[in-house]
C-alpha cells in the first residue's frame, strides 16, 4: 500500500539519529521483501471518513474491512482521530498514544 508505506516513511523521518538510520534500514528491508496489496484511492475517497480524516486514512479504514484467508486487519496507529474512528467501527486497533509515558 504506497499509501501507508509514504507515511510510515514520512513519520520516521522525525526520528533523531542513530535511531533514523536504523528504523529506515528496517523500513528499506521491509519494503524490498513484501508484496504490497494495492488498494485504489477511489476506495478511500468513497468512504464517509475521507473529508474529515483524508485520503491515506479513509483507504486504511477501508483496507481493516478486508480479510484474507480469515486473517482480520489490526491498526497499528499514534493518530487519535484515526484510532477512536476505526474502534468506533469495530475494527481492531493499537494506539500508540496510549502507551507513550
Request: glycine share 6%; hydrophobic share 40%; proline share 3%.
Amino acid at each position: 500500500m504506497p499509501h501507508v508505506l509514504t507515511e510510515v516513511s514520512s513519520f520516521s523521518r522525525h526520528i533523531k539519529n542513530p535511531a533514523r538510520r536504523e528504523v529506515q534500514a528496517k523500513l528499506r528491508r521491509l519494503i524490498q521483501t513484501t508484496t504490497e496489496i494495492p488498494i485504489e484511492s477511489i476506495y478511500g475517497a468513497e468512504r464517509e471518513e475521507f473529508e474529515e480524516l483524508g485520503l491515506t486514512d479513509a483507504v486504511l479504514l477501508h483496507f481493516c474491512t478486508l480479510e484474507s484467508a480469515g486473517i482480520r486487519c489490526t491498526l497499528l496507529t499514534a493518530d487519535a482521530n484515526l484510532a477512536l474512528r476505526a474502534e468506533s467501527l469495530g475494527y481492531g486497533v493499537i494506539y500508540y498514544g496510549d502507551l507513550r509515558s
